[in-house]
C-alpha cells in the first residue's frame, strides 16, 4: 500500500504550538451555546484546534480566545481542514483559517510567535 499523497504547506503565517482555550460558534448560530475547545497550533494566518465536534469544510465560525499575554481575540474564521485522527495525524480536530482578523490582533499573534 501506498503512503498517499505529499500534501504541500502552503501557510504565510509561522505556525507556533500554542495550547489555549477557544470557544467556537457557528455563523449560522446551528449551536445554540459556544463550545470550548482548545487550540493545538496559533499563527497569524490561522489555528488547528482539537475536537470532536467537527464541522464542515468550507463553514464559517465564531472564534474567541485570549492570549497568554491577556491579549482578547473575537474573529471569524473559515473550516479549511478536518482530521478524523489517527496513528499519522495530528488528534481529532479542524484547520480554521482567520477570515477578518484585524491587524492589531494578527500582530499579537505573530509576536508570540517569534
Known amino acids: 500500500m501506498s503512503p498517499g499523497p505529499v500534501r504541500r ?30 487550540s493545538v497550533d496559533l499563527s497569524g494566518g490561522g489555528a488547528f484546534v482539537r475536537a470532536d465536534v467537527l464541522f464542515e469544510v468550507g463553514e464559517m465560525l465564531h472564534l474567541e480566545f485570549q492570549l497568554p499575554d491577556g491579549h482578547q481575540i473575537r474573529t471569524q474564521g473559515r473550516v479549511v481542514r478536518v482530521s478524523r485522527g489517527g496513528p499519522q495525524e495530528k488528534p481529532p480536530g479542524m484547520g480554521i483559517e482567520f477570515v477578518d482578523l484585524p491587524a492589531e490582533d494578527r500582530a499579537a499573534i505573530e509576536t508570540r510567535s517569534t
Open 9 to 38: 504547506d502552503t501557510r504565510v503565517h509561522a505556525r507556533m504550538p500554542l495550547e489555549v482555550v477557544v470557544m467556537v460558534s457557528d455563523v449560522t448560530r446551528r449551536v445554540r451555546k459556544p463550545i470550548r475547545l482548545s
